[in-house]
């Protein structure tokens, strides 16, 4: 089964660490200058239009910023397919998936513990994503017990008899928990 995100098939794929790090740097930079710069001139042009002497702008700066992160929103979805994004927005993906399983991780932790298959495929998806997000964050201070997490779940697989890869994984593997 493949792995389906937002309507898309998702594999865990090799990312070059190096070029998705420019990468994520640029799209963050990008953002945070074009966050103050449309909420300035939002906020301005609310206080323009709205506000009146001596009255706190508080609101307006407010809505200012509301409008700017919604107007980044709009552009980071409408350029979401962009080959440049592609790392970024494959990262951004494994991640959100990552955090629908630990929302059921304690239920699917205990179905492992039962020799539960889809279970197992799960946590499997999740220990391999994990340290594919690690290394690409240099997250290398859990990396050792995620390392022995990802040793104990091969070692149940096997003497289980079992070969399962992170491309069995489907999502709604997930609703059973």
């Known amino acids: 089964m493949a792995n389906m995100i937002n309507g898309l098939y998702m594999i865990l794929k090799k990312i070059d660490k ?3 790090r420019k990468r994520l740097r640029v799209v963050f930079v990008g953002m945070a200058l074009a966050l103050m ?4 001139a939002a906020s301005t042009l609310f206080i323009y239009l709205f506000s009146s002497p001596g009255a706190s702008n508080f609101l307006y700066n407010m ?3 509301a409008v700017a992160a919604i107007i980044i929103f709009i552009v980071l979805n409408k350029f979401r397919q962009n080959p440049y994004l592609l790392e970024v927005v494959y990262v951004w993906d ?20 039962n020799n539960d298959i889809n279970a197992m ?3 499997n998806f999740v220990y391999q994503g994990s340290r594919q997000v690690y290394e690409l ?3 290398t201070i859990t990396m050792g017990s995620l390392v022995n997490k990802i040793n104990a779940l091969e070692e149940r ?4 008899g ?5 491309n069995d994984f489907d999502p709604a593997m997930l609703e059973k928990f």
């Open 18 to 20: 190096a070029l998705y």
């Open 37 to 40: 710069a449309i909420s300035v």
């Open 63 to 65: 809505a200012g910023v």
């Open 94 to 113: 494994l991640k959100q998936q990552l955090n629908r399983i630990n929302r059921k991780l304690r239920k699917i932790e205990a179905a492992v513990e």
């Open 121 to 123: 495929i799960i946590m």
């Open 137 to 139: 964050d240099d997250n």
């Open 157 to 160: 697989m096997q003497d289980l």
């Open 162 to 166: 079992l070969s399962l890869s992170t």
